[in-house]
């Protein structure tokens, strides 16, 4: 189970990389099932009202944020998913369930 304190330094370094729309922890570790080998879900939206045009500026995007937690990754398994805000408000009215069960159950960090 996640502690405050790694909340904390999660939200720091993410928000240290610039850009940061929400950041939303979702899975065992928001619904507090976490077991020993759970990872971290995460979910971050950048502030960006555009999406990626291709593939290299979505890479770019995830990297920003990746490079931002690579040291808290050495500690802990992320699973993290980077959205722009646009791709991120396409994929909700899409109706996609995953995004939908992780708004529902997940945990906005701020």
Known sequence: MLTDGVKKELVEKI???????KIILFGSEASGTAGPDS???LIVVLDQDTSPGN????????LQVSRAIREIEKRYPIDLLVYT???????????SLFV???????????
Do not use: P
Request: proline share 0%.
């Open 15 to 21: 928000k240290s990389s610039g850009g940061i729309d």
């Open 39 to 41: 990872d971290i879900d």
């Open 55 to 62: 593939f290299r500026e979505s890479c770019t995007n995830y």
């Open 85 to 95: 805000r646009s791709e991120f408000e396409k994929i909700k009215a899409g109706g």
């Open 100 to 110: 939908r069960r992780a708004l529902r159950e997940g945990v906005e960090l701020s």
